[in-house]
């Protein structure tokens, strides 16, 4: 099975935001204030991850964080602006810098 070029792009940023979610993951300083912020139990996640708009919101956290948005991409190895275009293919906000 062949994927259309914007399927493939989704299933790219689908896999950035996972690997986001393993960062915020890996710090338990991290996850625990994306949980609070998101108003989910840290037990939930699991559960929760794959709804429709789990990943978005991953993303829009880490976007919210300047920081840790330029640590999760030099850990990745990515651009950030690779980040950015996968958070808003799967839905997330513009980034503040956008509008500045």
């Given at each position: 099975?062949?994927?259309?070029?914007?399927?493939?792009?989704?299933?790219?940023a689908e896999d950035i935001a996972a690997r986001a979610l393993a960062f915020l993951a890996a710090d338990e300083?991290?996850?625990t204030r994306?949980?609070?912020?998101a108003?989910?139990?840290l037990g939930q996640?699991?559960?929760?991850?794959?709804?429709?708009?789990f990943l978005a919101a991953v993303m829009e956290h880490l976007?919210?964080?300047?920081?840790?948005?330029?640590?999760f991409a030099a850990e990745e190895g990515v651009k950030p602006e690779v980040v950015v275009r996968a958070a808003h293919a799967l839905g997330a906000g513009?980034?503040?810098r956008d509008h500045a």
């Open positions: 099975m062949t994927l259309r070029p914007h399927e493939r792009n989704r299933a790219a300083e991290r996850l994306f949980a609070a912020l108003g989910i139990d996640i699991r559960e929760i991850a794959g709804q429709p708009g976007m919210g964080d300047e920081p840790m948005l330029l640590a513009p980034w503040e």
